[in-house]
């Protein structure tokens, strides 16, 4: 990510790919999108996520037919904690 406003400068095979939080389409110009709004860029849809609940993220650089016109230019899934992740690391954590 970078440049004024931030821009992501990656792309994978040409375009920006989509993103999916938890399996949901999180930005593309159709289908179900997170928060409802269509056409989010991939910077929108990263900043909008908080890294501490974040489990893991997998990069897919090629076509993913299943995602039909969105999938053109690979995905970044990201996989968030479940709740009981999420609660037991705020246990572990303590201000000093």
Do not use: H
């Amino acid at each position: 990510i970078v440049g004024s406003p931030p821009n992501v400068s990656v792309s994978l095979r040409g375009g920006e790919p989509l993103v999916l939080i938890n399996g949901v389409p999180a930005n593309g110009s159709t289908g179900t999108m997170l928060g409802g709004s269509s056409g989010r860029s991939v910077y929108d849809v990263l900043e909008s996520v908080n890294v501490f609940n974040i489990e893991r993220i997998e990069v897919v650089r090629r076509l993913v037919p299943m995602y039909g016109d969105l999938g053109r230019n690979g995905l970044i899934s990201i996989i968030l904690k479940s709740g009981d992740q999420i609660q037991q690391g705020l246990n572990n954590f303590t201000l000093k």
